[in-house]
């Protein structure tokens, strides 16, 4: 019986596919989005968003006719990613909406409706 030859030399599809699994090691090392610092004064909604976007690391993307004429309020302090974005927002009447991975937009809220604004009818 002829003993089984071990293969010292690795063989080119086994170094190929050892190489393109590489960069994929990185990934489980890559930070996670954490509370970072912000110093944003109120003002005009698209500047602040844009602001913290550079500054969070995130994608924000978002149809220019929904912040247009908004104001945010100061956002001063150690945030998470959502939590500053949505301080940003309120009053604003836009949500966020994920789309991935530290990418997001922005939608339109809609309105609850509350007691003030129903209808009452007499007679």
């Not at 090691?25 to 944003?40: H, N, R, S, T």
């Not at 104001?71 to 945030?79: I, V």
């Not at 949500?95 to 997001?104: A, S, Y």
């Amino acid at each position: 019986m002829t003993p089984l030859r071990v293969l010292r030399k690795p063989m080119p599809l086994v170094m190929a596919i050892r190489l393109s699994l590489l960069p994929l090691a990185g990934l489980a090392a890559a930070p996670v989005f954490a509370a970072a610092q912000y110093d944003i004064t109120a003002g005009e909604l698209d500047h602040a968003l844009n602001q913290y976007a550079a500054r969070s690391g995130i994608t924000l993307s978002a149809d220019a006719s929904l912040t247009r004429g908004k104001h945010s309020p100061d956002l001063h302090g150690s945030f998470e990613t959502e939590e500053g974005l949505r301080r940003l927002l309120n009053g604003s009447g836009l949500r966020l909406k994920p789309l991935g991975k530290n990418v997001w937009t922005l939608e339109l809220d809609p309105t609850p409706v509350t007691a003030e604004s129903t209808l009452t009818v007499v007679g």
